[in-house]
């Protein structure tokens, strides 16, 4: 008797398809936006009708913030505090993620010099960035430099990390194939240490922007006059209510751009890892 081989369901999924090397259809990546957003919207949606008739001055209803929202950040004059904002906040985190990896590929190079200063690095990783503020104005005074040295501090640390251990983490062979290439070192850098380290180089960067975005407010709210951080501090104390929360909610609107755009460099930097993790499953 002859078995009927079974045969497996095909799958309609954005991932399943990726993994295939296919493109996803359009009904595929509409299901996984939904997936992805129904949450949100739907606490977004149940913030509005609970807060509709609120009358506390602290927790004003959803309208009233999004109705000072766009009069100050949209169509205000407060535009000009996101762009403060965000020249602090690519200064530093370009500052910061480039000494850490730069840094890094001298504590690879080096093993004894990475063995005499791991115990400083981890000392200065562990320190929180805002204790540093009161250091950082004596140092730099209270203009944009201690801003942009702030959020640079806090960025080197997780971008150094991963790098390193990223960089550690290359297998013999890969080293052996380039000497078999007679590839001198500072090809074997960029060709192949650089490529090999660069998936957790590209997570601590993550890492790093995240850090960068939290020092960006902390380093506004004291001693500066502007930025949104500035903006939501000064509106505290006026007890401008709406405003402030108008200020949070910039900041959580420009957090999530700045993840997904990362997040969709971040895939096209890796795409080759992707196809060489589906050819190798």
């Not at 095909?10 to 299901?31: C, I, K, M, N, Y």
């Not at 606490?43 to 009708?49: K, P």
């Not at 990223?166 to 590839?183: K, P």
């Not at 959580?252 to 992707?274: D, M, P, S």
């Amino acid at each position: 008797m002859n078995a009927t081989p079974l045969r497996q369901a095909p799958s309609d999924t954005a991932a399943e398809r990726s993994r295939r090397g296919g493109r996803p259809s359009f009904g595929a990546l509409v299901r996984s936006a939904l997936v992805a957003t129904w949450l949100p919207i739907v606490l977004v949606a149940a913030w509005g009708v609970l807060s509709a008739g609120s009358t506390n001055p602290f927790f004003p209803p959803l309208s009233r913030i999004l109705e000072t929202w766009w009069g100050d950040w949209v169509t205000g004059d407060a535009t000009g505090q996101i762009f403060s904002s965000l020249r602090h906040l690519a200064l530093g985190f370009v500052l910061g993620s480039a000494i850490g990896i730069v840094t890094a590929t001298l504590l690879w190079r080096l093993p004894l010099l990475r063995h005499a200063t791991s115990p400083i690095v981890y000392f200065l990783y562990v320190i929180p960035g805002p204790a540093l503020l009161p250091a950082m104005i004596a140092v730099f005074g209270i203009g944009e430099a201690r801003q942009v040295a702030l959020i640079a501090f806090g960025a080197i640390w997780p971008t150094l990390l991963n790098t390193l251990d990223g960089m550690r983490g290359l297998s013999a062979i890969t080293f052996d194939v380039a000497r078999g290439m007679r590839l001198g070192g500072a090809r074997t850098l960029f060709s192949v240490v650089l490529p090999g380290a660069a998936p957790q180089m590209v997570a601590g960067l993550r890492a790093s922007l995240q850090v960068s975005i939290i020092l960006m407010v902390v380093s506004e709210m004291v001693a500066a006059n502007q930025g949104i951080g500035y903006v939501i501090l000064q509106a505290q104390a006026a007890f401008a209510i709406t405003t402030m929360w108008g200020g949070i909610l910039t900041l959580a609107i420009l957090g999530t751009i700045l993840n997904l755009v990362f997040v969709l460099c971040e895939r096209w930097l890796l795409r080759w890892h992707r196809r060489s993790r589906t050819q190798a499953a």
